[in-house]
């Protein structure tokens, strides 16, 4: 799909109306594609849609949630604002769950939701809401356009906002007398991404103060990586033979496959890795903002002042300083920053090789299995994908103790090999497997689902089996809310009560969708089961799901519910 100048001097040499305006610019900014659910209240846009079908995929969803965390994981592949279209009222409220996740996961992303015209506004018209309001606590921007001739400008500025210093959701209301009217108005061309980059005598303090370091850890996260900013922080890594963490649910930052990697840091976390964060006397954190997930509490990096040296690089300045005191805070994007790693070069052999070993060979021995109970082991299960999938395609999650095994067992490999909301939103799993495979139509794209966590968005199957997208699902069926009856049994120990449900047959449920659909009760069933699923999603273009029955007790890798309980009532006694 290719952008025609002549059409774009045609369409600004003519009135137009503000759904053709704003569908133009979203064009000319290289959308290529958006998520929806349509409404009245944006029907201009909608018809603008005809006049780009050439290079703007509409994606018709099931409900708005699930259309903003398809735009959302969007944002997070690409970094480019991933782009929705809502109607008011329910529309927006529904959308609010993936702009929420856009905020705290740092993700560029345009949320348009239409608007009671101006000249009903502030009578408590039909679904009338103040978006400034309800969107202005978690957002970068938002804003009303009450003029039609100003559309250009601000969908331009909301791109600008979106993917500039530390990224995330803008929020645009669109009064439906501003769509229906008319201007003779030029779009605006896109302007290139800044990007910000550390001072040369910040770089050479950094690896002063490396140098000096007796157990140094770098720590990767937040968004916006490019392939060659990887690449670069990685051969840093190496060059220096520093042990590399991701921060919480920042799994793609870094290849896991390299001997260099030692874990993944925060809730959960194996306890040689949290002794050697602890322990560290140099933290090199970049691109994360390193918060509650990722610091355990703020209890290995204490806030605000941490026992560790810290250098700090993030792209955006309010945040250096805001939580976490730093010894060096460079304000630079982590592309910046990435591309100037190369001047880099140690001037003595590493002091810390054993220790990073030693590292590295903890992790590796987290990839074994635990023991767990029941026929079926989860365990066994993510090793076993981890296994089959060799670095391959994307795995997704959305929130809840079933995403603690893929987390520890899969070994990630590096950029849109995982997709995971760092603010633990439910629902998020499908509809962030179906952007990815919308975008990686070759690659596997896996979703590990808790039975709760999928029925929040499983009528997003319908986006799969209208678009032929190969997405594969594995269903936690254990009939509750597993993480809430952990935290209920450590808290209140045996008065569980209000946390259990019963389910659908989700093996059946999927042949209403044309899928495949497969039960798995023991260990030896689900390698077969697994790769047949893969088989079918890629040669039919449909999705398929594996149903996981287990036993409930086994709560989390090497956790029980019942020694969670045993544990809090023998401290009451």
Same mark, same amino acid.
């Given at each position: 799909?290719?952008?025609?100048?002549?059409?774009?001097?045609?369409?600004?040499?003519?009135?137009?109306?503000?759904?053709?305006?704003?569908?133009?610019?979203?064009?000319?900014?290289?959308?290529?594609?958006?998520?929806?659910?349509?409404?009245?209240?944006?029907?201009?846009?909608?018809?603008?849609?005809?006049?780009?079908?050439?290079?703007?995929?509409?994606?018709?969803?099931?409900?708005?949630?699930?259309?903003?965390?398809?735009?959302?994981?969007?944002?997070?592949?690409?970094?480019?604002?991933?782009?929705?279209?809502?109607?008011?009222?329910?529309?927006?409220?529904?959308?609010?769950?993936?702009?929420?996740?856009?905020?705290?996961?740092?993700?560029?992303?345009?949320? &348009?939701? @239409?608007? !009671? %015209?101006?000249?009903?506004? *502030?009578?408590?018209?039909? #679904?009338?809401?103040?978006?400034?309001?309800?969107?202005?606590?978690?957002?970068?921007?938002?804003?009303?356009?009450?003029?039609?001739?100003?559309?250009?400008?601000?969908?331009?500025?909301?791109?600008?906002?979106?993917?500039?210093?530390?990224?995330?959701?803008?929020?645009?209301?669109?009064?439906?007398?501003?769509?229906?009217?008319?201007?003779?108005?030029?779009?605006?061309?896109?302007?290139?991404?800044?990007?910000?980059?550390?001072?040369?005598?910040?770089?050479?303090?950094?690896?002063?103060?490396?140098?000096?370091?007796?157990?140094?850890?770098?720590?990767?996260?937040?968004?916006?990586?490019?392939?060659?900013?990887?690449?670069?922080?990685?051969?840093?890594?190496?060059?220096?033979?520093?042990?590399?963490?991701?921060?919480?649910?920042?799994?793609?930052?870094?290849?896991?496959?390299?001997?260099? &990697?030692? @874990?993944? !840091? %925060?809730?959960?976390?194996? *306890?040689?890795?949290?002794? #050697?964060?602890?322990?560290?006397?140099?933290?090199?954190?970049?691109?994360?903002?390193?918060?509650?997930?990722?610091?355990?509490?703020?209890?290995?990096?204490?806030?605000?002042?941490?026992?560790?040296?810290?250098?700090?690089?993030?792209?955006?300045?309010?945040?250096?300083?805001?939580?976490?005191?730093?010894?060096?805070?460079?304000?630079?994007?982590?592309?910046?920053?990435?591309?100037?790693?190369?001047?880099?070069?140690?001037?003595?052999?590493?002091?810390?090789?054993?220790?990073?070993?030693?590292?590295?060979?903890?992790?590796?021995?987290?990839?074994?299995?635990?023991?767990?109970?029941?026929?079926?082991?989860?365990?066994?299960?993510?090793?076993?994908?981890?296994?089959?999938?060799?670095?391959?395609?994307?795995?997704?999650?959305?929130?809840?103790?079933?995403?603690?095994?893929?987390?520890?067992?899969?070994?990630?490999?590096?950029?849109?090999?995982?997709?995971?909301?760092?603010?633990?939103?439910?629902?998020?799993?499908?509809?962030?497997?179906?952007?990815?495979?919308?975008?990686?139509?070759?690659?596997?794209?896996?979703?590990?689902?808790?039975?709760?966590?999928?029925?929040?968005?499983?009528?997003?199957?319908?986006?799969?089996?209208?678009?032929?997208?190969?997405?594969?699902?594995?269903?936690?069926?254990?009939?509750?809310?597993?993480?809430?009856?952990?935290?209920?049994?450590?808290?209140?120990?045996?008065?569980?009560?209000?946390?259990?449900?019963?389910?659908?047959?989700?093996?059946?449920?999927?042949?209403?969708?044309?899928?495949?659909?497969?039960?798995?009760?023991?260990?030896?069933?689900?390698?077969?089961?697994?790769?047949?699923?893969?088989?079918?999603?890629?040669?039919?273009?449909?999705?398929?799901?594996?149903?996981?029955?287990?036993?409930?007790?086994?709560?989390?890798?090497?956790?029980?519910?019942?020694?969670?309980?045993?544990?809090?009532?023998?401290?009451?006694?």
């Amino acid at each position: 799909m290719s952008h025609s100048s002549d059409h774009c001097q045609n369409d600004n040499a003519r009135q137009r109306n503000g759904g053709q305006i704003l569908m133009q610019q979203l064009r000319d900014q290289g959308v290529r594609r958006l998520f929806m659910v349509a409404g009245e209240s944006y029907l201009p846009c909608i018809d603008a849609l005809n006049e780009h079908t050439d290079s703007i995929q509409a994606i018709t969803c099931r409900q708005e949630s699930g259309a903003a965390y398809m735009a959302e994981a969007y944002g997070k592949m690409t970094g480019e604002p991933g782009i929705c279209f809502v109607t008011r009222g329910p529309g927006a409220t529904n959308a609010s769950v993936g702009v929420h996740t856009a905020f705290q996961d740092s993700t560029p992303m345009i949320l &348009f939701i @239409g608007q !009671v %015209g101006n000249d009903f506004v *502030e009578r408590e018209a039909f #679904q009338e809401i103040d978006y400034r309001r309800m969107f202005g606590e978690m957002s970068k921007w938002v804003a009303q356009i009450d003029s039609t001739d100003r559309i250009p400008e601000y969908v331009a500025r909301a791109w600008k906002i979106a993917t500039s210093g530390r990224p995330g959701p803008v929020v645009l209301a669109l009064p439906e007398d501003v769509l229906w009217g008319t201007a003779e108005v030029a779009n605006i061309a896109p302007s290139p991404r800044l990007e910000s980059y550390p001072g040369a005598a910040q770089m050479q303090d950094l690896q002063r103060r490396l140098e000096a370091a007796e157990r140094p850890f770098l720590l990767i996260g937040g968004s916006g990586w490019s392939a060659d900013a990887m690449a670069d922080m990685q051969a840093f890594a190496q060059r220096f033979d520093l042990p590399v963490g991701v921060s919480w649910r920042r799994l793609e930052c870094y290849d896991q496959r390299d001997s260099q &990697f030692v @874990g993944h !840091v %925060g809730w959960a976390m194996h *306890e040689e890795l949290r002794q #050697q964060l602890s322990n560290s006397d140099l933290v090199i954190a970049v691109g994360t903002r390193m918060g509650e997930p990722t610091s355990e509490g703020y209890t290995w990096l204490a806030s605000p002042q941490p026992r560790q040296s810290l250098i700090h690089i993030y792209p955006d300045p309010e945040e250096l300083g805001r939580v976490y005191r730093a010894d060096l805070a460079i304000n630079a994007s982590v592309n910046g920053f990435a591309s100037m790693l190369a001047d880099l070069v140690p001037e003595q052999a590493s002091r810390w090789s054993a220790q990073r070993k030693q590292a590295r060979q903890a992790y590796l021995d987290t990839l074994e299995p635990l023991p767990a109970p029941g026929a079926l082991s989860l365990d066994r299960v993510s090793h076993t994908v981890n296994q089959v999938l060799e670095g391959r395609g994307c795995i997704t999650v959305g929130a809840g103790n079933y995403a603690l095994y893929p987390h520890r067992y899969v070994q990630f490999a590096g950029a849109t090999s995982s997709l995971a909301s760092t603010v633990g939103t439910m629902g998020y799993g499908l509809p962030a497997a179906i952007s990815y495979k919308f975008e990686h139509p070759d690659q596997p794209a896996v979703c590990f689902a808790g039975d709760g966590c999928f029925q929040m968005n499983m009528q997003e199957l319908g986006v799969a089996l209208q678009y032929r997208l190969g997405v594969v699902v594995l269903v936690f069926n254990n009939g509750m809310w597993g993480t809430i009856r952990a935290h209920q049994e450590r808290d209140f120990p045996g008065r569980e009560i209000a946390l259990t449900f019963q389910n659908p047959e989700f093996a059946r449920l999927i042949e209403a969708y044309g899928g495949q659909g497969t039960v798995v009760t023991e260990d030896a069933q689900f390698e077969s089961a697994f790769r047949k699923a893969l088989d079918f999603a890629n040669e039919h273009q449909l999705p398929a799901i594996i149903e996981l029955r287990y036993d409930s007790n086994g709560i989390a890798p090497g956790a029980l519910l019942s020694e969670i309980r045993d544990k809090a009532l023998a401290a009451q006694a």
